[in-house]
Every structure is written in structure tokens, then in C-alpha cells.
């Protein structure tokens, strides 16, 4: 359900019950709930649900409301159950910037992404709501989740990324309205001199600098105007002035009206002065939740007093880290215990409540007074309580525009846009991305090397007895060859670059599984096969194959047929398989078995009858077979003057040497079931195309899926 106002609510007591750490990979995936408007997030224990009010004293009307509901997982493991996150609780206003700190494995990556939407497991206990409402599954376009991490497709410009979003998640606007929205994001977030930019991975190809990469994956969520904003270390790696330029922007976000909640780690003085609100996490305990001005009088209120000319924000850390010589640490577990005192004497559950109904009322036309504050949720610093920083007069308004604006409202459909667009933005995006790795001067050398290498060595075959084995070894030789390169293409192209990118985007809601799949599949099928058919054009008639229009063209389709089933072979190895070692050892196995038991190197008939099964799975088998059907069917071969094979009359054999060399000894030569014939090899390819690619669907659908949390929701 929407509703009007511009408070969000969150009150969970979060527990993981197998991961340790911040960063133990809770943010992969997950539905992320949104607010309808610029919400206010508050966290308070299951003790304060009940004293969570609206500003008239009951149940806060449409703004604030919040809902009780409770989270809960059940571990696989529950014997090694580990809680990260004890008893948070905290309220972030519209209109301003809060701030989580805490040293590495305090849980504000943890905490971020239970708020996104995106841990494995929910809280177990506690309630979230976002304008008094609980998070919906169709509200999460509402809120946006810059990662630590900036993924993106490194073979699209800064332009293209921006503009693939802009059509895969903007609703209802033309090209014109989507292309201003574009550059309008741009020249926000000032990436004008850099659109015509290559992304780049940061390894292998250049693209973007670290500051500007930050700031793409900032208004690559920007895009949709979103009313809450969850940034995790959005200054990472970057140097101090570029990091404080980040901050400013997030500042001039919240002026706007909007949520910001962020990570940072040793944030300066100067971008202290920019927070509104501070949110000190210890081994997953709140030690200081409130106004960023109000933070030094508290812990001075304690006997803790920052030092002169001291940075603020490394004198929390400081104390968060000190150690005792017996790894002890007892400062920590005194600011601990005094902020836990707090919450016990319920000043935290009052201060919530003041905050919300304070940030509702200021959202839906009322008095926007300042919220005083006595609790632990929202503590001021000094014993008994002060003002809590509120939202600035100028970002009041911005709220309450922000309220009324049209993009502020319930999303009726799961996706914004129809299956067919969603098809057709991925299908572009995935053919200029495998351009790019295809059209390579260096891979295009080794096809076309490779090519004339095996034209020299199979030069001109005669057409005679004593040419068959050159024959029928070139075939093998090429299906070997485009069973390899396609197989570990698909591997190393997905796992390593797209699969982290689908990953993402569909935690944010962006396009359906489905929709991806055909768009890759139908869009990469022709590019995947210009290869082998450059290799052809030269192999084939250096080495003198049959010299027939027909022949070649079937010769092609089957090539054809066999790199497809490697490449789906490859993606059905990625999509079940996350390491790309693995996928590597496993693609691998899988070639070599095919090219054992392909008829070509071991004789069938002398395979122990437990294993001989084994050949009917080579795929190889079945192109090559095809492919020396198509050579010499219809064809006779002159005797040489040594006897083969093929022929018979071998020293040793009672057979008597026949020629010419028919189709038939051929087959029989080769141990090839011309019974299944062209059609038959053709049919049992493509039904392998078929079988991995929709294993490679489902895999993907149903395995390693962290973007849908197993919990369960009861309200």
C-alpha cells in the first residue's frame, strides 16, 4: 500500500545465521523495498514498536504509521547461528545525510543491505517501514542501492550505460524524455567530458577514472529519482578530494529532498561538517545514533572527550578500535553498554516516535518543528537528550515537492517496462558488448592464422584412396577446434563480466530473467558464428573438400550446430557454476570426454561395454559424423597403389580388396551410423542446443539466486 507523507521506518534486530562480518556477501540480491516518497529510515527493537506514533498520539495517519511486522529466517545451520546486528535502532530523516561509521566488520554493509532488500536473511526480529508503510515488493524502484563495488558492462560508453538504464527503468516516457533525463543526470553529477568514455574493467580494459566511475554508479541511480538512496563506501579507493566531492554531491542530493544513507570509512573534518546525522556501529551495536554536531558532547558526557584540533570522525574510530594489552576492549564495551542503558530506559522508542512524526508532519504540510530527542535512537550527546539535527527549511520544501510530484507514487506494474522493450534494450546492449570482444584484432589474427595454417598443412587433397584419412582428420580437426574457442568464450564473457551485472540489475527490479535470456541467445547466435564462417571460407577450399556449392553450405550449418552446442554447453557451465576455475576444470572435462569418444581416436568396439555408452554424449561426434557424410556420400574414391582400410586386402586380413572405396566401407571404416544420415546428426545437435540452453535458463533462474532473500514476513 502507498502513502502520502515523506517518513520511512525501520526497526529490525538483524541477525545472520551463517555469515560473519560486514563484508561476508549479504548484498548479493534480493527485492529492495522502496518508500513513495523521500522517506525517513528508522530502526528501533521490537520493545519500541509499540510507542512508534504518529504526531496526533495514535497511529500517525498516512506518514506516520508504521507496521508491525516481524522478519524472521531459519537457518540451515542452526547450531552455527551468528548474530551481526544486535538491537539496532535509528530513524533517518527526508531531506538529510546519515551517515554509518564503524571500523571494517561493524556491519554497515550488513545493515545496508537488510535495508535494500538485499541480504540472503532477514532480520529476526523488529519492524521496517517506509512512510509509516511496510516495505513492498513494488515500491523498491523507489529506493536505489549504490554497491561498493561498481559494476558495470565495461564495453559501453558512459552515454550507453546511462541511456540503457534510462529505457529499461523509466516508465512511460519518450525517447526525447529520456534522453533529457540523461543528460540532465550528466550534467548533475558533471560527466559530460567524459559520456563518449569506455566503462572499462579497471584490468584488462581502460576505461573511466575511479572518480568518475563513483559518480556513474551514482546517477546510473539518479536516473529514476529515487526518493531514498543507500550508498555503500561511495568513496573507496579515491583520494581525498575527489572523496570529499562525492560527499558534496550527496549533500546537494538531500537538499533536494531525498533519503541519503551511507557507508564511508575515515571520512575528514570536512566532510563531517556536511552530515546531518551520524550512526556509530561496533560489532554490530549502535554506540551513537544522532545529530553529527551532537556526537563529541556525548562522548564527552561520558569522560571521553575529543582531543584539540583532532579529527572527529578518527577519534570515534579510535575509540571504537583501542585495544587493551590483553585484547580486551574495554572502552568499547563501555560506550556499548551506555548506549544499550539508553534503549532499556525506552528513550530510544520516544525518540523515534518524536523523529517520525516530526519528518512526517514537516512532509504532509504541517508544522515541521524540531524533534527533541532522549532516547538512544536519536541521542543528542549530554545525559538527557537534545535537538535532533532536522531537514533545512529549503529541503523541507523540497520534500513536500517532492511528495506531490508524479514519479512519487506506487508502481503498479512489477516491471516498468514491457517484456518486448526490456528484449530489445538487452539485445542491443549484448550485441555491442560481444562486438567488442569479437572484433579483436588479436583473436581475428589467430581464426584467420589458424585458417591458412590448416589450408597449408591440407593443401589440395587428391581424390584419391590415399587422401581419406587427410579427409576424414580435417573434419575432426574442426570440430575439435570451434568446440573449444565458443565453450570457454561463453565462460570466460559471462561469468567474470555479465553475470555480476545481471546480478545486480535484477536486485533493483530492472528486467525479467526471460527477457535477458532471449536477448543474449538470439542476439549473440549470428556474432558467435562469424568466425566460423571466416574459418571456412579459407579452410575449406585450400584443402580442396568438396568442390560443391551444397556441400559447403551443409558443411557450414553443421560447423554451425556444433560451436552453438559448445557455446551452450559453456553457458549452462557458467550459469551453474560461480568459480571460474571450476567452470574452467569442468569445460575442460567436458571437451576432452567429447573428444575421446568421438570416434576418431578410439575405436568404439573396444570400449568395455560399462563405458562404451559414453560416445552417444560426444557432441562431437555427431558434427563430425555429419560432416564426412556430406564429404563423400554420393562419391567414389580410387584405389591407391598401397591398400587401406577403406578398401580391404590388408596383409594379415581374408578380405578382398574392393574398389573403388564406396560411401559404405567408409562408414564402416570409420564406424560412422550413416543410419541416422544428415538429418539424424542435425536433430540430436540441435536438441542438445536446446537441452543446456534451457538448463543454462533454469541454473540461472534457480541456482545461486541472492536476489531473492529466503525469509518470512508476517505482519
Known amino acids: ?88 535502532s535509528g530513524v533517518a530523516p527526508a531531506g538529510q545525510l546519515t551517515v554509518l561509521l ?5 556491519g554497515k554493509t550488513s545493515l545496508l543491505n537488510l535495508l535494500a532488500g538485499r541480504s540472503q536473511y532477514g532480520p529476526s526480529g523488529g519492524t521496517m517501514t517506509f512512510s509509516g508503510a511496510p516495505r513492498g515488493r513494488r515500491l523498491r524502484r523507489q529506493l536505489a542501492y549504490c554497491m561498493q563495488a561498481d559494476i558495470f558492462s565495461p564495453r559501453l560508453t558512459v552515454a550507453e550505460t ?7 527503468r523509466i516508465r512511460g516516457a519518450t525517447r526525447e524524455e529520456r534522453e533529457e533525463r540523461v543528460a540532465s543526470v550528466m550534467a548533475q553529477l558533471r560527466l559530460e567530458g567524459c559520456a563518449d568514455t569506455l566503462m572499462g574493467d579497471g584490468v584488462v580494459l581502460k576505461g573511466v577514472s575511479g572518480g568518475e566511475r563513483k559518480r556513474v554508479n551514482i546517477a546510473n541511480e539518479l536516473l529514476t529519482d529515487p526518493s531514498t538512496l543507500l550508498l555503500d563506501e561511495p568513496t573507496s579507493g579515491l583520494d581525498s578530494a575527489t572523496a570529499l566531492t562525492v560527499v558534496q554531491l550527496l549533500r546537494s542530493l538531500a537538499n533536494e529532498g531525498r533519503t541519503i544513507i551511507t557507508t564511508l570509512h575515515q571520512p575528514s573534518s570536512q566532510m563531517l561538517a556536511l552530515f546531518d546525522n551520524i550512526m556509530l556501529l561496533s560489532n554490530g551495536r549502535v554506540v551513537y545514533s544522532g545529530p553529527a554536531g551532537a556526537a563529541l558532547s556525548h562522548f ?23 585495544a587493551a594489552p590483553d585484547g580486551s576492549q574495554p572502552v568499547t564495551r563501555r560506550l556499548e553498554a551506555a548506549w544499550a542503558d539508553r534503549e532499556a530506559a525506552g528513550q530510544g522508542a520516544s525518540a523515534v516516535a518524536a523523529v517520525v512524526a516530526t519528518a512526517a508532519g514537516a512532509a504532509v504540510d504541517t508544522a515541521s518543528t524540531p524533534a527533541t530527542t532522549t532516547g538512544s535512537g536519536t541521542g543528542s550527546g549530554g545525559g538527557g537528550g537534545g535537538l535532533l539535527a532536522t531537514t533545512a527549511a529549503g529541503a523541507v520544501r523540497s520534500v513536500k515537492k517532492r511528495v506531490r510530484s508524479p514519479s512519487v507514487r506506487c508502481e503498479p506494474r512489477k516491471y516498468p517496462v514491457g517484456w518486448w522493450t526490456q528484449a530489445i534494450a538487452l539485445g542491443g546492449r549484448s550485441f555491442i558488448q560481444r562486438r567488442g570482444e569479437l572484433f579483436e584484432w588479436v583473436q581475428l589474427l589467430q581464426i584467420m592464422a589458424v585458417a591458412f595454417l590448416v589450408g597449408i598443412m591440407w593443401f589440395q587433397l587428391e581424390q584419391t584412396e590415399r587422401t581419406l584419412d587427410e579427409r576424414v582428420s580435417i573434419l575432426f580437426f574442426i570440430c575439435v577446434f570451434f568446440s573449444f574457442i565458443p565453450m570457454f568464450s561463453a565462460i570466460f564473457s559471462f561469468m567474470p563480466a ?11 527490479g530492472a528486467y525479467r530473467l526471460s527477457a535477458f535470456f532471449v536477448a543474449k541467445t538470439t542476439v549473440e547466435t549470428p556474432v558467435e558464428l562469424l568466425y566460423p564462417a571466416l574459418f571456412s571460407l579459407v579452410a575449406y577450399w585450400m584443402a580442396g573438400l568438396r568442390a560443391s556449392a551444397g556441400a559447403y553450405v551443409l558443411h557450414l550449418f553443421i560447423l554451425a550446430l556444433v560451436t552453438l552446442t559448445a557455446q551452450s554447453i559453456g553457458l549452462f557451465v557458467s550459469a551453474s557454476v560461480r568459480k571460474v576455475k571450476l567452470a574452467q576444470v569442468l569445460g575442460s572435462l567436458t571437451v576432452l570426454l567429447a573428444l575421446l569418444s568421438g570416434g576418431y581416436y578410439v575405436n568404439n568396439k573396444t570400449l568395455p561395454g560399462w563405458i562404451a555408452w559414453v560416445n552417444s554424449l560426444s557432441f562431437i561426434k555427431y558434427g563430425f559424423e555429419a560432416m564426412v557424410i556430406v564429404e563423400v556420400q554420393g562419391r567414389t574414391f580410387p584405389c591407391s597403389i598401397v591398400p587401406t582400410i577403406y578398401s580391404g586386402g590388408l ?59 529466503s525469509r518470512r514476513v508476517s505482519v
Open 300 to 322: 564527552a558526557s561520558l569522560g571521553l572527550p575529543c582531543p584539540p584540533h583532532y579529527n572527529p570522525c578518527d577519534f570515534f574510530l579510535q575509540l571504537l578500535t583501542d
Open 102 to 106: 564503524g571500523p571494517s566488520g561493524a
Open 162 to 168: 546511462l541511456r540503457f538504464t534510462a529505457r529499461l
Open 498 to 508: 555479465e553475470g555480476p551485472v545481471l546480478q545486480k540489475e535484477r536486485s533493483s
Open 651 to 709: 596383409p594379415g586380413t581374408t578380405g578382398e580388396r574392393v574398389c573403388p572405396v564406396t560411401p559404405e566401407a567408409i562408414y564402416r571404416a570409420r564406424e560412422i551410423q550413416d543410419g541416422l544420415g544428415v538429418a539424424g546428426n542435425v536433430g540430436i545437435l540441435l536438441l542438445w542446443i536446446a537441452v543446456f540452453r534451457v538448463g543454462a535458463y533454469f541454473s540461472l533462474k534457480w541456482l545461486h539466486v541472492t536476489h531473492k532473500p
Open 1 to 88: 500500500m502507498c502513502r502520502g507523507g515523506g517518513n520511512a521506518t525501520v526497526a529490525p534486530v538483524l541477525a545472520d545465521p551463517t555469515v560473519k562480518g560486514e563484508d561476508s556477501g549479504l548484498s548479493s540480491g534480493g527485492s529492495s523495498g522502496s518508500s513513495n516518497s523521500s522517506p525517513p529510515l528508522a530502526m528501533k527493537t521490537p520493545a519500541a514498536v509499540a510507542a512508534a506514533v504518529g504526531p496526533d498520539g495514535g497511529d500517525g495517519g498516512e506518514a506516520g504509521a508504521m507496521a508491525r511486522a516481524t522478519i524472521g529466517t531459519t537457518s540451515p545451520r542452526a547450531s552455527r547461528t551468528n548474530r551481526i546486528l544486535h538491537g539496532v
